[in-house]
């Protein structure tokens, strides 16, 4: 192959000023973001919303040190992530944006990700120019580069911004060190190890580069053999590695790698040392195959995706026979100082610790583990590509016409993989449709066949949905019949059909499973009220508030609620009051304990609800309310709008019915309507000083700041010691950094409280 530039052009890039040499930077920076413009508007995705659960990010900046002392991210690739500078990332966003709805908060996200990815894109281009000394491939490969499909599920998907910015830093490292070596300023090594430690920070896998740097130097220098030498700078670099190390054991501790599951790494369900090793070596090469053929791509390649091999098996001895290639043109190559051995290198040092041959981690496969690894790929192809240019002795800019169908086939990929990952319902149902052997892939179309039935207004469209989504779960649990959430998620289909043998029977499976799963557990609860069994409710929801206080007011709201069915009155009124004193901003709270006063009320003749002059209410009425809001107690919030529709026929000056139907209607993020709802209820009776509390919350949802301030006025107008308005005015204020009226109802809130 011939030179890819003279001494002479190398002699005049390198005076030229820092726009003049990177100026082409910003077509691959600009091209990558085109590519991903069409995710600016998606929703959150799979575990995106997770992060959002460390109260360390979603203080904001205001608790710097926590995102560096604590464990903020949830765990991931069977390894408990100690990744700061990705929390800290988050909490800069979660600063800016708190006050968005949801929607807009995951669109920022998602505009964020595309911003670094472009950042990214624009450095590749330089660190290419630095290691080749040639403009047009380093266009060549990050515009390959830019376009990989492979790399949607980490532009797409939010919580994979740790390989977006572990790459960018891992990129300014490379730059940086290749700096140092060309000036032997000790400024630039400095600045090289602070991005080193930067990108380990973002994600731990960043920490094989080390392996690169004597590989960067031979290829840089001169001379032709390979020296010890080349290691030299290896020493400085240790230091920040032991240094992450440390770091992560102090906050993580020493156990770093959980136990792993069959479901999300099904090599921990191969026993058999010669079957597991075969099945490692076909994951490689899918990976080979995947980046040079991204299609199909899925967000899952978990259990039943990927089965078990033997050294029997065809794909296992195409996968080892490509492996040995590779790695004999690597050796081989690497003497020669071959560029097409040198991206093979990369490639192959990025995916040491992700590709589950040498260390199994808690993914069997993923697209996200391609990502750094696919920049070596790429510079591979482009070279082998140029060897082309070469040999018909072709002028260097047919490179680009070289690797344009190439660039228009990967970035149609893109852009239309992209589109799937719009929100779950259309991620789950595509890759379910492009194929249904993931377990996981099918057990999450069950639940969005679930979701979809729950939202469904016509009766015989919702129960054809949740028998479909029991149908697909069935076939999960026949193919893998210890597989928790299948059995959870059956159960609670069954329940909205009313079949309670089934729903029990599911919810009793995933129990005898799980060692002792909060989730199951609760769910199981709930299947014992809906279906007649509240005392064993009771048992199963005063086991969990003592294991699990997390959910403690969930639980509280539950053992009350079976108390209730049993009518063990009192001890309704005893967990409901407990909800009431420790959280007082339950929007539920208020109309549990009105359904225990006015159930003791009735057995004492008493009347349940005050009528206003307008009112006639009888006895049927009022049994009818109490019915359909049993329902509504019980989670059945279709139900209950149904027969509160027809509580309002019979009595439509019943305020009650329409403050439930708000309640309702708020719940399913309807808030025009709940607003209309808990009007009419104040206007038939405009006493109640709850209703105005809960529009005023359904106006703040509704983002009507000024209609929400009056409301909690008004409710404070008619009840002033009903602390929950002060509390809401309070965060309101202090969300609007209004710090003189936030004081002003923090100190209502400690007069009324008693402080």
Not at 456 to 465: P, Q
Not at 665 to 676: R, V
Request: contains cysteine; aromatic residues 16%.
């Amino acid at each position: 192959m011939k030179k890819e530039s003279s001494k002479e052009e190398v002699l005049k890039i390198d005076k030229l000023s820092f726009f003049q040499k990177y100026s082409w930077a910003f077509i691959p920076m600009f091209f990558a973001i085109a590519l991903y413009f069409n995710t600016l508007n998606h929703g959150f995705v799979l575990d995106d919303k997770i992060i959002f659960q460390s109260k360390a990010i979603t203080s904001g900046l205001k608790d710097l040190p926590a995102l560096f002392t604590e464990k903020t991210l949830p765990e991931a690739e069977n390894i408990k992530p100690y990744r700061p500078i990705t929390s800290l990332s988050f909490a800069i966003d979660y600063q800016f944006f708190k006050n968005e709805d949801s929607l807009k908060m995951a669109a920022n996200l998602h505009t964020m990700n595309v911003l670094y990815y472009g950042i990214a894109l624009f450095f590749t281009f330089v660190l290419l120019l630095k290691l080749f000394k040639n403009k047009i491939i380093a266009l060549a490969i990050s515009l390959l580069f830019a376009a990989h499909p492979i790399h949607t599920e980490v532009v797409a998907n939010i919580k994979s911004r740790d390989e977006i910015l572990a790459y960018l830093f891992g990129t300014l490292m490379l730059i940086l060190y290749i700096k140092f070596k060309e000036s032997t300023s000790k400024k630039y090594l400095y600045f090289s190890l602070a991005f080193y430690f930067l990108a380990v920070l973002s994600k731990e896998s960043t920490i094989v580069l080390l392996a690169f740097l004597p590989i960067i130097d031979y290829f840089l220098s001169s001379e032709k053999g390979f020296k010890m030498s080349y290691f030299s700078s290896l020493k400085w670099f240790i230091f920040p590695a032991l240094l992450y190390l440390a770091l992560q054991r102090i906050v993580i501790g020493i156990n770093l790698m959980p136990k792993m599951s069959e479901i999300d790494n099904m090599l921990v369900g191969i026993p058999d040392f010669s079957e597991n090793l075969a099945t490692r070596i076909y994951i490689v090469g899918l990976y080979l195959y995947k980046m040079l053929v991204p299609h199909p791509l899925f967000y899952d390649y978990s259990l039943n995706y990927i089965s078990k091999k033997t050294f029997a098996s065809f794909e296992v001895w195409m996968s080892l026979l490509s492996i040995i290639a590779l790695v004999y043109l690597i050796f081989k190559g690497i003497i020669k100082k071959n560029k097409i051995a040198f991206g093979l290198f990369f490639m192959f040092v990025t995916f040491a610790l992700t590709c589950n041959l040498f260390i199994a981690i808690g993914a069997t496969f993923a697209e996200r583990f391609a990502f750094t690894p696919s920049l070596g790929f790429v510079i591979a192809l482009v070279f082998l590509l140029y060897l082309l240019i070469d040999k018909f002795k072709m002028k260097q800019v047919y490179l680009l016409f070289f690797i344009l169908p190439i660039l228009s086939l990967y970035s149609f990929k893109t852009v239309t993989r992209n589109a799937n990952w719009k929100d779950n319902e259309t991620l789950f149902t595509h890759d379910y449709l492009q194929s249904s052997k993931s377990l996981k892939i099918q057990n999450n179309y069950g639940a969005i066949l679930y979701y979809k039935a729950k939202e469904a207004t016509d009766s015989i469209e919702r129960k054809k949905l949740f028998l479909k989504s029991i149908a697909v779960l069935d076939k999960v649990t026949n193919d893998y019949d210890t597989y928790i959430e299948a059995y959870v998620q059956k159960g609670v289909s069954y329940l909205e059909i009313k079949n309670c043998e089934k729903a029990l029977v599911n919810f009793e499976k995933a129990k005898s499973i799980a060692v002792y799963n909060p989730v199951v557990e609760a769910n199981l609860g709930i299947g014992y009220i809906n279906c007649g069994k509240p005392q064993e409710a009771v048992t199963i929801f005063s086991k969990l508030l003592n294991y699990d206080k997390s959910k403690e007011s969930y639980y509280l709201k539950h053992i009350g609620v079976a108390h209730f069915n049993i009518k063990n009155l009192d001890s309704a009124e005893y967990y409901f009051s407990r909800l009431k004193n420790d959280y007082p901003n339950d929007a539920e709270v208020d109309g549990y304990i009105k359904l225990v006063a006015d159930y003791k009320n009735s057995t004492s003749a008493t009347p349940k609800q005050s009528a206003t002059p307008t009112q006639n209410v009888d006895a049927n009425q009022n049994a009818q309310f109490d019915a359909a809001y049993k329902l509504f107690m019980n989670g059945d919030k279709n139900g209950a709008e149904k027969a509160l529709q027809e509580s309002i026929k019979s009595n439509p000056n019943h305020a009650m019915s329409y403050a439930v139907l708000g309640l309702i209607a708020d719940e399913k993020q309807n808030f025009p309507k709940a607003i209309s709802y808990y009007k009419k209820s104040i206007a038939i009776n405009p006493n109640d000083y709850r209703i105005f509390y809960n529009l005023g919350n359904t106006y703040l949802k509704n983002k009507n700041d000024g209609e929400a301030i009056k409301q909690f006025e008004k409710c404070i107008a008619i009840e002033p010691k009903y602390i929950n308005s002060y509390k809401s005015l309070e965060l309101y204020y202090k969300s609007v950094n209004n710090i003189e009226k936030q004081n002003y109802f923090t100190q209502k809130i400690k007069e009324l409280e008693g402080k």
